[in-house]
């Protein structure tokens, strides 16, 4: 009975043991992984804890990279307080100078020159922070390229120049603001409130009533709040009378009052002169093809290829990239066949809306559907080739006095997150314009959510397309203390850190405009039929 009893337990263990041995056979590999893992020195030990969900929070993330772009921005703010005219920065005292002059240069050779910065009183001035624009330019040959800016914070510049063609080419210097006039716009920037004030208009079939709104009411009563709910950007308007707050179809903005500026502030707003040019101690330079420099051929234009500073030139008024092989794109049959098929989605302000706009002008048979208000969205079709190409603003703020429609949606990245996407899908953004006179922070934090949402886009759907347009210069005459390029210029710089690294397709419309000396909101018709040419460029190839 004894080993039978024996026998008998031996096997009431054996499904025991059968269990351990799988168990063991299951759990070796992990084991042996984990091990592994603790060998590898670059192996981050805090993988093996509990996750901390305040640590992979991505508001939390985006909030940290905007603080990270903020402070690296903050180099190319000065820190000065002068407020006497008599001692800022003055185009008219101060010279731009030659580097290692010489009788030719060659095509492809980068010509430096030296600015050096006086006060109104002919002194040199001692620190840096000017707001200077530059170019070259051959006005026979209907050729310009803009120069890249070095500050060194002592009051001298050195500006180069690539000479991308032979001839006789001049150089242009100007100096759009003092470093005063720029440190107090920045201030401006980022303190002023109400330069606009806002009105939303809401309606239904039979009533129409209007409140005020903005980005932050302070207020105890009620109002209508129109979030985006993913990344938490909000505008908000005081509750209608009677209809709700769906019912909010445009709004309007008109001039406000910026009160946070000094009189003393104003009066050096006022009397400073922007964009004067800064007199050249030379002549034009001559510049001839050698044979030794032979520039090398650029490759196709790619989605995800770094944009150069400069990117390109102008010559002969059409747009050559300094990275890519583009074509012109001048025959419409080039235009219609690389459009063919695709349905392009335009997001943001009228500069990008007029890309559609030019289409529809030059593309006979894409014509539009529905209405045309200027700032109402607009879609055109070609039915023929199956082309579609829609324009909205990007929402708000919008600042016009014509009204901003909102219908369709608010939010950019709400409808990046809706679009499906696919092979024939391109989209193109450019945001900025309207964003100028609202803080610094506003205007990142806004393009990291939509660089944000492109990325799940990609990631839904590789195949789809998208593109970013920087915003272009203005009018010289525009309202400096909201409108002013240098507004324009540390957006465009904050706009190239946020979408360092993704694959997207740049189109650098900063740099076209300063190499065409074109201050104007909307840029004409040539300038915008290049933008689009290096956009079809790098959907098409350098040939259709």
Same mark, same amino acid.
């Given at each position: 009975?004894?080993?039978?009893?024996?026998?008998?337990?031996?096997?009431?263990?054996?499904?025991?043991?059968?269990?351990?041995?799988?168990?063991?056979?299951?759990?070796?590999?992990?084991?042996?992984?984990?091990?592994?893992?603790?060998?590898?020195?670059?192996?981050?030990?805090?993988?093996?804890?509990?996750?901390?969900?305040?640590?992979?929070?991505?508001?939390?993330?985006?909030?940290?990279?905007?603080?990270?772009?903020?402070?690296?921005?903050?180099?190319?703010?000065?820190?000065?307080?002068?407020?006497?005219?008599?001692?800022?920065?003055?185009?008219?005292?101060?010279?731009?100078?030659?580097?290692?002059?010489?009788? +030719?240069?060659? #095509?492809? %050779?980068?010509?430096?020159?030296?600015?050096?910065?006086?006060?109104?009183?002919? =002194? *040199? !001035? /001692?620190?840096?922070?000017?707001?200077?624009?530059?170019?070259?330019?051959?006005?026979?040959?209907?050729?310009?390229?803009?120069?890249?800016?070095?500050?060194?914070?002592?009051?001298?510049?050195?500006?180069?120049?690539?000479?991308?063609?032979?001839?006789?080419?001049?150089?242009?210097?100007?100096?759009?603001?003092?470093?005063?006039?720029?440190?107090?716009?920045?201030?401006?920037?980022?303190?002023?409130?109400?330069?606009?004030?806002?009105?939303?208009?809401?309606?239904?079939?039979?009533?129409?009533?209007?409140?005020?709104?903005?980005?932050?009411?302070?207020? +105890?009563?009620? #109002?209508? %709040?129109?979030?985006?709910?993913?990344?938490?950007?909000?505008?908000?308007?005081? =509750? *209608? !009378? /009677?209809?709700?707050?769906?019912?909010?179809?445009?709004?309007?903005?008109?001039?406000?009052?910026?009160?946070?500026?000094?009189?003393?502030?104003?009066?050096?707003?006022?009397?400073?002169?922007?964009?004067?040019?800064?007199?050249?101690?030379?002549?034009?330079?001559?510049?001839?093809?050698?044979?030794?420099?032979?520039?090398?051929?650029?490759?196709?234009?790619?989605?995800?290829?770094?944009?150069?500073?400069?990117?390109?030139?102008?010559?002969?008024?059409?747009?050559?990239?300094?990275?890519?092989?583009?074509?012109?794109?001048?025959?419409?049959?080039?235009? +219609?066949?690389?459009?063919?098929?695709?349905?392009?989605?335009?997001?943001?302000?009228?500069?990008?809306?007029?890309?559609?706009?030019?289409?529809?002008?030059?593309?006979?048979?894409?014509?539009?559907?529905?209405?045309?208000?200027?700032?109402?969205?607009?879609?055109?079709?070609?039915?023929?080739?199956?082309?579609?190409?829609?324009?909205?603003?990007?929402?708000?703020?919008?600042?016009?006095?014509?009204?901003?429609?909102?219908?369709?949606?608010?939010?950019?990245?709400?409808?990046?997150?809706?679009?499906?996407?696919?092979?024939?899908?391109?989209?193109?953004?450019?945001?900025?314009?309207?964003?100028?006179?609202?803080?610094?922070?506003?205007?990142?934090?806004?393009?990291?959510?939509?660089?944000?949402?492109?990325?799940?886009?990609?990631?839904?759907?590789?195949?789809?397309?998208?593109?970013?347009?920087?915003?272009?210069?203005?009018?010289?005459?525009?309202?400096?203390?909201?409108?002013?390029?240098?507004?324009?210029?540390?957006?465009?710089?904050?706009?190239?850190?946020?979408?360092?690294?993704?694959?997207?397709?740049?189109?650098?419309?900063?740099?076209?405009?300063?190499?065409?000396?074109?201050?104007?909101?909307?840029?004409?018709?040539?300038?915008?039929?290049?933008?689009?040419?290096?956009?079809?460029?790098?959907?098409?190839?350098?040939?259709?």
């Amino acid at each position: 009975m004894a080993g039978a009893e024996i026998t008998l337990n031996r096997k009431s263990h054996l499904p025991y043991l059968n269990k351990m041995k799988i168990l063991f056979v299951l759990l070796l590999p992990f084991v042996l992984y984990i091990c592994w893992l603790l060998r590898v020195k670059r192996f981050d030990r805090r993988l093996l804890l509990p996750l901390n969900p305040r640590l992979h929070d991505p508001r939390r993330a985006t909030e940290a990279k905007v603080n990270e772009i903020l402070q690296a921005l903050k180099r190319h703010i000065p820190a000065v307080t002068h407020t006497q005219l008599e001692l800022t920065s003055s185009g008219e005292h101060s010279l731009v100078t030659l580097m290692n002059p010489k009788e +030719n240069y060659c #095509v492809g %050779e980068i010509l430096s020159v030296r600015v050096e910065m006086n006060d109104y009183l002919s =002194k *040199p !001035k /001692t620190y840096g922070g000017d707001f200077i624009l530059a170019r070259i330019h051959s006005p026979e040959l209907q050729a310009g390229a803009a120069g890249v800016l070095e500050d060194f914070n002592n009051g001298t510049y050195r500006v180069n120049f690539t000479l991308f063609w032979p001839g006789s080419v001049k150089v242009s210097v100007l100096l759009i603001h003092s470093s005063e006039v720029v440190s107090m716009l920045s201030r401006a920037k980022e303190y002023c409130n109400n330069k606009f004030i806002f009105t939303g208009t809401f309606h239904n079939s039979t009533l129409q009533e209007t409140s005020r709104c903005d980005i932050h009411l302070s207020t +105890n009563e009620t #109002v209508c %709040e129109f979030k985006d709910k993913g990344n938490q950007e909000s505008f908000s308007c005081f =509750k *209608p !009378k /009677t209809l709700p707050c769906e019912t909010l179809h445009y709004t309007t903005s008109r001039n406000g009052k910026a009160s946070c500026l000094t009189d003393v502030e104003n009066d050096l707003l006022k009397r400073s002169t922007v964009g004067v040019t800064i007199q050249n101690n030379f002549k034009d330079i001559t510049v001839v093809t050698c044979k030794d420099r032979v520039p090398q051929a650029a490759g196709k234009c790619e989605l995800g290829m770094s944009s150069p500073i400069p990117s390109g030139f102008f010559h002969s008024d059409r747009w050559s990239s300094s990275y890519c092989r583009m074509s012109s794109f001048q025959n419409v049959n080039d235009m +219609n066949q690389c459009l063919q098929g695709k349905q392009v989605y335009l997001r943001g302000d009228s500069t990008m809306r007029q890309w559609v706009e030019y289409s529809t002008f030059k593309l006979n048979e894409l014509k539009y559907t529905g209405k045309t208000e200027t700032h109402a969205p607009k879609l055109a079709v070609d039915k023929t080739r199956n082309i579609t190409m829609s324009w909205k603003m990007h929402g708000f703020p919008c600042i016009s006095y014509s009204p901003c429609f909102m219908d369709g949606g608010i939010y950019i990245v709400e409808e990046l997150d809706r679009l499906a996407g696919r092979e024939n899908t391109v989209v193109a953004i450019s945001v900025g314009q309207h964003l100028r006179p609202f803080n610094l922070k506003f205007y990142v934090t806004r393009m990291m959510n939509i660089k944000q949402a492109v990325a799940r886009l990609l990631q839904r759907s590789p195949s789809t397309r998208v593109f970013v347009k920087s915003e272009n210069t203005r009018e010289l005459s525009s309202e400096m203390i909201w409108a002013s390029d240098w507004h324009g210029h540390l957006q465009n710089l904050a706009l190239r850190e946020v979408f360092r690294g993704v694959k997207v397709g740049f189109i650098d419309a900063w740099d076209m405009t300063v190499a065409a000396n074109s201050f104007s909101i909307h840029p004409n018709r040539n300038i915008i039929h290049n933008q689009i040419a290096l956009f079809l460029s790098y959907l098409c190839g350098p040939s259709v």
